[in-house]
């Protein structure tokens, strides 16, 4: 092999991140070599001191990681032999690197999605102390980026939680089919050796919520799919979408125009040039790593199409997309748990936009269908009532009532009552509605699901 081949046949400089799982999954294999009498009771000991002696060695920093050893498994199974002779030789019995490989990256990404649930949790307990923090704040709500009605800011950052817990939903989802054990597959048709495989997957905690060991039933299928990266990228995927959409959110509201919030310095830049700037650099980028995730997510599935049964080398490929989705979205979800405990709001900036913006006419055609005005001719009325209020560049309840007569006669005085902001508001008590009396029951909610908030 020429030095290029080996570099670029070779995964251990990427790889070696597996190194806790593969020791993990050798240990239990051994294990049960044992039990069956496929090795000695002697052997497995060796072999038991040996790994303890790696992991120090990579733990210290003192394992040499060698590219001629082409990846994690080989370079520990050679410092395996080193250490203790042939019983480091025999850890491989009744099983290929293609089942071995297949089984750390499993048992890897199943510690990783458990670190992802915990900052996902930690997430949404900012943004509902946030929402505690702003049940009364007014802000306008949008559709079309235009101003539509006024909601609560609060419930605005409730709509992220549910986002948010949902995909925390879906990561238990993926973490089940995660959650299965390819060893005992082999290379891809199983082996001859009389392998317990239901022992290794309870060693490793590759069971069902009733206890049941989860094992691949198909050799084939176990050494070759990687649905369960690409399912996972997809999970991640979503969850980084959740971030981008309110990263889109936070430097809109952080800009000038809008103003309706405050983000701490650190985590803002200023600019080389104008020293007036300060730039939403976290929120900016987190939404650009959302193009990088879903990029991996491109690349896994495109990697699985085509490729024949069993186990292809083209699978060596879904490491470091699936390796660098995991750092993205922890870093990313850290970060935004702590930004959002940060973040304050100008209740002042968001009354003034929403005035600005005829929040409350949906408010006054409800009122005239009180009155009992069909509400198509309702509104209309209102349409009209919002051009003279334009024209005289004013609100909706700072027009006079005979103006607001003139209308539709059966306004009266109490029309002012809706025409608020906080009226508005109030009003939209359905469940799920922006209603502060809703907003404090969804908070309780969400508290009892996730545990109350230091
Ligand atoms: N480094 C390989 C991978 O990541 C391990 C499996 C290699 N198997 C093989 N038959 N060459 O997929």
Known sequence: MSELVKRYTSSVFFDKRLWQADIQGSLAHAEMLANQRIITAADHASIQDGMATITLEIESGAFEWQLDLEDVHLNIEA???ALAGDAGKRL?????????????????????IDLIAGLLRDLQLALVKLA?????????GFTHLQVAQPVSFGHHMLAYVEMFARDGERMQDVRKRVNFLPLGAAALAGTGYPLDRERVAIALGMVDAQGKACICQNSLDAVSDRDF?????????IAMVHIS?????LILWMSQNFGFIHIPDRFTTGSSIMPQKKNPDVPELAR???????????GLITLMKGQPLAYNKDNQEDKEPLFDTVDTLKDTLRIFAE???????????????????YATATDLADYMVKKGLPFRDAHEAVAHAVKAAIAHNVDLSELPLEVLQGFNAKIEKDVYDVLSLRGSLNARTTLGGTAPVQVRAQIARHEARLGKPA
């Open 92 to 112: 491989h019995t009744g099983r290929s690197r293609n089942d071995q490989v297949a089984t750390d990256v499993r048992l890897w990404l199943r510690g990783e």
């Open 339 to 357: 930004m959002t405990s940060g973040i304050t709001t100008k209740p002042e900036a968001m009354e003034q936009a929403a005035l600005r913006g």
């Open 288 to 298: 650009g790593k959302t193009g990088r995730v879903v990029g991996h997510l491109m």
């Open 229 to 237: 990266a690409i399912e996972f990228t997809a999970a991640a995927s």
């Open 132 to 140: 505690e923090k702003n049940i009364d704040t007014v802000m306008p």
């Open 245 to 249: 959409r309110m990263s889109e959110e």
């Open 79 to 81: 410092r395996l032999t």
